[in-house]
């Protein structure tokens, strides 16, 4: 079973992830965490990122499907994965296909969570006013205006990769302003039909 959260910042896809990986035992894949253990283990593509990263530049598409492309070929993904902060672009969507394509894989789903933009705002700046007043300081990504700039990032580069996978025929969405339980039953029912479905070994 191999996934794709799909979801502007704070429609819950980490949290939903969590769940996924407790329920069905695959690994939740962060790019931010791939390159960061590509870089420590001197693998030929982290030591590529080590040195654009060093010079402050942006780790190249090819170079990042490099790092999944080693991190998925590991023994916990064999089984399948989720994958979290990528593809970001349709450019990396594309890039991403092909080379699962080259090993003989393919995605099994890609879930987008939809939200209300106005009310996860509202919600962000709930959270930092009661942080707030518990006298803790306030993340600087967890401020309302620095949350809408982020949102606005998301609708830019990563929203596209709606239509990209609905017109695969890959997308699933689900209410992300449901409860949290609620969207979890929903992720639950939607995987597990699809497990049901998969050839034994394929899921």
């Known amino acids: 079973m191999r996934i794709i959260l799909l979801g502007p910042p704070g429609a819950g896809k980490g949290t939903q992830s969590e769940r996924i990986v407790?329920?069905?035992?695959?690994?939740?894949?962060?790019?931010?965490?791939?390159?960061?253990?590509?870089?420590?283990a001197g693998t030929p593509v982290g030591r590529e990122a080590k040195s654009i990263m060093e010079s402050g530049g942006l780790v190249p598409d090819a170079v990042v499907v490099g790092i999944v492309a080693d991190r998925i070929d590991e023994p916990d993904a064999r089984r399948g994965f989720i994958l979290d902060g990528f593809p970001r672009?349709?450019?990396?969507?594309?890039?991403?296909?092909?080379?699962l394509d080259g090993?003989?894989?393919?995605?099994?789903?890609?879930i987008e969570f939809k939200v209300d933009e106005d009310a996860l705002v509202g919600r962000i700046a709930k959270r930092a006013e009661e942080t707030a007043a518990r006298g803790q300081p306030v993340r600087k990504d967890d401020t309302p205006e620095v949350f809408k700039?982020?949102?606005?990032?998301?609708?830019?580069?990563?929203?596209?990769l709606s239509a990209y996978y609905a017109k695969a025929g890959m997308l699933r969405t689900i209410d992300g302003m449901k409860p949290i339980d609620t969207v979890t039953d929903e992720v639950m029912t939607l995987l597990e039909a699809h497990a049901d479905k998969a050839p034994s070994g394929a899921a």
């Open 149 to 160: 700039t982020r949102l606005e990032a998301y609708r830019q580069q990563t929203a596209p």
């Open 22 to 40: 407790g329920r069905f035992g695959i690994p939740q894949l962060s790019t931010g965490d791939m390159l960061r253990a590509a870089v420590a």
């Open 89 to 99: 672009t349709v450019e990396q969507a594309v890039a991403l296909d092909r080379m």
């Open 103 to 110: 090993k003989g894989l393919s995605l099994s789903t890609v």
